[in-house]
C-alpha cells in the first residue's frame, strides 16, 4: 500500500471525521446562500434535489453495490447476489421504520409524517433532511471501514468518490433547507444555523459506520448493500417526489437527475 492508503488504514476513525467535516461542510455552504439570495425559484431547488437524486442512485450502485457484490463473490460461501438483496432490502427497511417513528415535514407536503408531534412545521422539516443524511453518513462510513477492514486498495476510490459525491449533492440539499424556512418565517441566521445542522449528523453516522464493519470483515458486503438500500429508499421515496411534484418543471429536473447520476458516475471511474 501506498502512504495516503497505509495512513487510512492506521488513522481511520480520523479519516471518517475528516470525510464527515467535509460532507457537512459543504451541506453548510450550500444552507449560506440564504445570506446572498433573498429568494431562490422553486424550479432551481427542484432541480437541485433531482441532481442529488441522481448522485445518490449512482452512488448507490457504483460505490456500494457492485463493491458489495465483488467481495461478496470472494468469500465463496453463500450466493452473493442473496447477500446482496439481503443487505439492500434490510437497509430499506431501517429507514421505512425510522420514517415510521420519527416525525418530520417535507416542503411539498401539508401533513406531518410519522408518530404525532406538536413540534413546529421548521424543526420538522430540519428533521426530514436529517433523515435523508443519517444513511449518506453510514454509507461513507461503511465504505471506508470496508477498506480498513480488508486492506483492498480497490475498495478505496469508491470510498473516496463516495465522500465527494455525498458532499456534492449535500450543497443543493443545505440550499433546500435553508430557503424553505426562510420562507416559514425563520431568519436568515436562523434559517442557516437549522440548515447546516441537519448535516452535522453525517460525521457521527460515519463514525459509526467505521465501527460497525472495521473489525468485522465478514459482514462487509451485506454493511455495503444494507447502506445503499438505505440510500435509494431516500431517493425513491422523497427525492424524487418531492422534486418532480411540480408537473412543469418535471423535464428540466428529471435532465438534472440524469447530471447528478453522470457526475458521480465519472467521479467513481476516475477515483476508482
Known sequence: MNGLQVFITEHIYITGLVAGLFTWGLTALGASLIFFFKEVKQVVLDGMLGFAAGVMIAAS?????????????????????????????????????????????????????GTKSKMKRTTLLVMAITMHNI??????????????????????????ALTLGIGIQNFPEGAAVSFPLYREGKTRKQSF??????????PIAIIIGIAL????????????AFAAGAMLFVVV??????????????????????IGLCVMLSLDVLLG
Open 61 to 113: 450502485f457504483f460505490s456500494l453495490i457492485i463493491p458489495a457484490l465483488d467481495y461478496a463473490e470472494d468469500l465463496n460461501k453463500l450466493n452473493p447476489v442473496l447477500i446482496v438483496v439481503a443487505g439492500v432490502m434490510a437497509g430499506a427497511l431501517f429507514l421505512r421504520m425510522l420514517d415510521l417513528v420519527t416525525p418530520h415535514f417535507h416542503p411539498n407536503q401539508d401533513l406531518v409524517e
Open 193 to 202: 444555523m437549522m440548515g447546516q445542522i441537519s448535516g452535522l449528523v453525517e
Open 237 to 258: 421515496e422523497e427525492l424524487i417526489p418531492e422534486s418532480q411534484a411540480k408537473e412543469e418543471h418535471r423535464e428540466l429536473v428529471t435532465i438534472f437527475t440524469i
Open 135 to 160: 444513511p449518506e453518513g453510514l454509507a461513507v462510513g461503511v465504505a471506508f471501514g470496508a477498506f480498513a477492514a480488508t486492506g483492498d486498495p480497490l475498495l478505496l476510490g469508491p470510498a473516496i
Open 213 to 224: 464493519v472495521s473489525q468485522m470483515e465478514k459482514i462487509l458486503a451485506f454493511s455495503l
